[in-house]
């Protein structure tokens, strides 16, 4: 079966600007999570949806935001970028959103901003 | 709140070293427990995870952890590395019930053929 498709893989962005990032779970699944990886800090947890509904938030300024639509594709969007925004960004599937069922990641968009 | 401690950052060892990652969680109830491993250009893969019964888990590539829940640990254990294990491991937590994985800031291993 497809696995986890996020696009695009790399993205450039000037400060300032924003900027959205899309994830297509396998089929199936109805949970979306996303997460931030930077090499300082790790993966660190953005949000999570399930049919469409943010069920948990971490602790991200307002500038990140994020939906689910109907066919549970999600999208994350930054607004106001800064440089400390530049990280690998990945999402993660999976049926239930609780982790008692094996997630899949996708190989992430590469965000630069410069 | 559930946090991860990985330690050694950077580990570095030769073919058929052994390998053993520490990793130690701090959360307050019943947890599910994770290993994760990015090859370099390549997304997460799950290696092994433990929610219940028998503390010692096998996972594939030969890895094995043991979750020892008076140290809050679940360490990642390798008999004999290859070339092809070279990777950043994570180790994650789940609080049962919880939707949201935390995560270790892994460790980069090298092997040196």
């Known amino acids: 079966k497809a696995g986890v498709t996020q696009t695009p893989r790399y993205l450039i962005k000037t400060r300032g600007q924003q900027v959205t990032l899309s994830c297509s779970p396998i089929?199936?699944?109805?949970?979306v999570s996303w997460y931030q990886q930077t090499p300082g800090q790790g993966l660190q947890f953005l949000f999570e949806?399930?049919?469409?509904?943010?069920?948990n938030k971490g602790n991200f300024p307002g500038r990140f935001s994020g939906r689910q639509f109907s066919n549970s594709r999600s999208e994350m969007n930054v607004s106001t970028l800064e440089l400390g925004d530049s990280a690998l960004y990945l999402c993660?599937?999976?049926?239930?959103?609780?982790?008692?069922?094996?997630?899949?990641f996708g190989q992430g968009t590469r965000l630069t901003v410069v | 709140a559930q946090s991860v401690s990985q330690h050694n950052h950077h580990v570095i060892l030769s073919e058929a070293a052994s390998l053993e990652l520490g990793c130690n969680y701090s959360?307050?109830?019943?947890?599910?427990l994770f290993w994760y491993v990015q090859y370099p250009g390549q997304h997460l893969q799950l290696l092994l995870k433990?929610?219940?019964?028998?503390?010692l888990v096998k996972g594939i590539k030969g890895f094995e952890a043991e979750f020892i829940k008076s140290k809050f640990s679940f360490n990642l254990r390798k008999p004999s590395v290859q070339w092809s294990d070279t990777a950043e491991y994570f180790c994650?937590?789940?609080?049962?019930?919880?939707?949201?994985?935390?995560f270790g800031k892994g460790n980069q291993v090298v092997v040196i053929p």
């Open positions: 993660a599937s999976s049926l239930r959103g609780d982790w008692s069922t094996e997630a899949f």
């Open positions: 089929s199936g699944h109805r949970s």
């Open positions: 949806y399930f049919s469409e509904t943010q069920r």
């Open positions: 959360y307050g109830g019943t947890v599910n």
């Open positions: 433990y929610f219940s019964g028998d503390p």
């Open positions: 994650a937590v789940n609080g049962a019930g919880n939707n949201r994985l935390a």
